[in-house]
T-cell receptor
């Protein structure tokens, strides 16, 4: 169990550029979640995958945001035409599929910190 | 819309003291409540998960209780240590077809040696 891995750890970009983040969940975890956290706030849910299927998306996930999990393993989160308000920590989490999704604790990665200048 | 509130926002205690962190939520129709720990610049570490049918969960020096009807949970930390210094976050899962956790803003705990 190597934990949830996120890459890169930090990303600085200029407004208007596109960025992509990667998340590698714990192996054999078929559930994967993306959250966003700004300073002094709790994480906010963005989206949820079970295997390769994106089953839930938050209203926070505007058209500029897209997430994929093509083979049910790693996932990518892309932000197009970044805005300064996108500056935040983007957190990925996974949980095992052998128990109910409603009662499985989430395992979080250390996040990708995005700064939009 | 579910709202989660954590009080206090920050807490400083001397080493060895027992302490209680509070969490309240507005909609009592939850599937579970989870407590997490977050160290600066890091992700979240799951501490305890209480299912809606349970009243409490214990892990080592940590004990979490849940009173669903009143919309409250407490996290009790016994014999605090400097290594317990972190931000503690409470989150609820509403279920009803949704998989999203709703988090509070956290309580920043400092344990003074």
């Amino acid at each position: 169990d190597t934990g949830v891995s996120q890459d890169p750890r930090h990303k600085i970009t200029k407004r208007g550029q596109n960025v992509t983040f990667r998340c590698d969940p714990i192996s054999e975890h078929n559930r994967l979640y993306w959250y966003r956290q700004t300073l002094g706030q709790g994480p906010e849910f963005l989206t949820y995958f079970q295997n390769e299927a994106q089953l839930e998306k938050s209203r926070l996930l505007s058209d500029r945001f897209s997430a994929e999990r093509p083979k049910g393993s790693f996932s990518t989160l892309e932000i197009q035409r970044t805005e300064q308000g996108d500056s935040a920590m983007y957190l990925c989490a996974s949980s095992p599929g052998h128990s109910s999704a409603y009662n499985s604790p989430l395992h979080f990665g250390n996040g990708t910190r995005l700064t939009v200048t | 819309k579910q709202e989660v509130t954590q009080i206090p926002a920050a807490l400083s205690v001397p080493e060895g003291e027992n302490l209680v962190l509070n969490c309240s939520f507005t909609d009592s129709a939850i599937y579970n409540l989870q407590w997490f720990r977050q160290d600066p610049g890091k992700g979240l570490t799951s501490l305890l998960l209480i299912q809606s049918s349970q009243r409490e969960q214990t892990s080592g020096r940590l004990n979490a209780s849940l009173d669903k009807s009143s919309g409250r949970s407490t996290l009790y930390i016994a014999a605090s240590q400097p290594g317990d210094s972190a931000t503690y976050l409470c989150a609820v899962l509403d279920g009803a077809g949704s998989y999203q956790l709703t988090f509070g803003k956290g309580t920043k705990l400092s344990v003074i040696p």
